[in-house]
């Protein structure tokens, strides 16, 4: 019998981001394979086919440890974590912290139920399945691995009122977030990093291995989804662990949390020795360095396949100056990325007056950074055909069901609802793009009226803007993203080589 040959594999690159249409006309004009320009594959070391790794890639240094929580690891942090997987969004995110209380009371009472339904079928047959004895109803629970491990060992839950978070559920999208007992399905290292609601910290959020949408950071300073940034890997400023006896806290005596650096202390003194020994560089500068190093096109683009097949690692620039560079940058597009929707908290404040501060006030607080960029203009909002400013629009027309685009070419003007359409969009603003599509677009998929159709639950946006005393806080939300927008395109072209 003949053994056959080595077979020879061929690959064409139809091209990103093409749609189904695109790709079919692609083919159709090629009308043949022999109408295609065909590349030869060939696997390299790693038994990569295609998008073969840099070499360069494997001498920087790594972002995660080998080991959790060790100061002294060869890496930039100490530790990392996976984003927050909760197993059943629908029921413990909700934009209304009341109705986020009702919906989860309404699954702990219908699992303490299940229990009780489990333990007493158990004492007349020993033997019983827990799948074949409880309700899988989606309009009353939502069931994962961990929650029937829990049932199995005949555990309660506990509705905890004080366990509702501020969570970051999608890029510039926060939702009100219950993490209470046996509720969430992977905390990952997150009771370390957020120990109580009002914990101080800010995480660094990259897509994890696997991911294949083009890699961009994002910050947070609440807990982030482990969707926020495709399947999100988080590195955080601050680690927390509970003080103990004598130990004597980072707060003050109340706080009953000891607060450690993320940041290595081998990291901080290799940087230091690469800059001649000195000790003006600390490891907040370290942290914001990272995050303007990961904007950097130079590195995203050179290092694209190492970035979708492992986390990244961090080279060391040549120069002080760049590196603080990178370092301010980093700390200015944090400033953009963290304090986008501060208008809201202002409003609260002044929950007396009928509208939130105006759209160039809170950008001139909140902008520190020179990054303008041709043409990054205000939109200009039109209510009911005329041109106003965000004060003048009464709180009954702000209400939104869905945004959409004007039409699907025209990304210059939103219809924001019957009454508002904002127009004079910066085309620029788009070019900012996190977990696979621009920040404006995550605004306008997630700050819609929505009911789940598995579990029959609402969320609506509106009640956040209700809850936050801001009636125009979903108005004010993507004026200030264009804005953020604009200004993170601008300070990412402004970032330094970096020499890989």
Not at 43 to 62: C, K, L, S, T, V
Not at 97 to 116: D, G, I
Not at 455 to 468: F, V
Not at 485 to 496: A, E, N, R, T, Y
């Amino acid at each position: 019998m003949k053994t056959p040959g080595k077979a020879t594999i061929y690959y064409h690159d139809i091209g990103d981001y093409l749609s189904r249409e695109q790709k079919l006309e692609i083919i159709r004009d090629a009308r043949s394979i022999n109408g295609v320009e065909w590349t030869e594959l060939h696997p390299d070391e790693h038994g990569d086919w295609i998008n073969h790794r840099n070499e360069g890639f494997a001498e920087f240094i790594p972002l995660e440890p080998d080991k959790k929580f060790d100061a002294k690891s060869s890496s930039v942090f100490c530790v990392n974590s996976r984003g927050f997987e909760t197993g059943r969004d629908a029921w413990v995110y909700n934009y209304s912290q009341a109705k986020l209380n009702a919906n989860m009371k309404k699954m702990v009472r219908f699992y303490n139920e299940q229990v009780t339904l489990f333990d007493q079928k158990k004492k007349a047959k020993s033997d019983v399945k827990v799948k074949d004895c409880i309700s899988t109803e989606a309009s009353k629970i939502s069931w994962t691995s961990s929650l029937l491990s829990h049932l199995e060992r005949s555990e309660t839950a506990a509705f905890e009122k004080d366990q509702i978070y501020s969570g970051l559920y999608r890029p510039f999208v926060k939702m009100n977030n219950y993490s209470g007992d046996k509720m969430i399905h992977r905390r990952g290292q997150f009771e370390q990093f957020f120990p109580t609601a009002d914990t101080e910290n800010r995480i660094i959020c990259v897509p994890s291995v696997g991911d294949n949408k083009a890699f961009m950071p994002l910050i947070s300073d609440c807990i982030p989804d482990l969707h926020l940034n495709a399947t999100t890997q988080c590195f955080p400023l601050y680690w927390y662990e509970k003080a103990e006896g004598n130990q004597i806290s980072a707060f003050g005596s109340n706080s009953g949390y000891i607060r450690h650096d993320g940041i290595t202390d081998w990291m901080l003194k290799t940087v230091r020795e690469r800059f001649s020994g000195t000790r003006a560089i600390t490891k907040e500068h370290i942290f914001y360095y990272v995050y303007g190093l990961l904007h950097s096109q130079e590195y995203r683009e050179t290092f694209s396949a190492d970035l979708k097949k492992e986390l990244p690692r961090i080279p060391i620039v040549e120069s002080l100056d760049d590196f603080m560079a990178f370092s301010k940058a980093g700390k200015a597009l944090a400033e953009l990325h963290l304090h986008y929707d501060d208008f809201a908290a202002e409003s609260a404040a002044s929950a007396n007056r009928n509208s939130a501060a105006s759209y160039a006030l809170v950008a001139d607080k909140r902008i520190k950074y020179d990054a303008s960029q041709p043409g990054a203009r205000a939109p200009q909002i039109f209510f009911d055909g005329l041109v106003t400013s965000v004060d003048n629009i009464p709180e009954a027309a702000l209400r939104i069901d869905k945004m959409r685009f004007a039409t699907k070419e025209d990304k210059s003007q939103i219809i924001y609802n019957s009454h508002i359409t904002l127009k004079n969009i910066p085309l620029v603003a788009y070019d900012y793009i996190v977990n696979g599509k621009s920040a404006i677009e995550w605004i306008l998929e997630r700050y819609q009226v929505k009911t789940d159709k598995d579990s029959g639950l609402l969320n609506d946006p509106n009640d956040w803007a209700r809850e936050h005393h801001c009636p125009a806080y979903i108005l004010q939300l993507l004026l200030s993203v264009i804005d953020l927008s604009v200004k993170s395109v601008g300070i990412v072209k402004g970032l330094p080589k970096a020499g890989v």
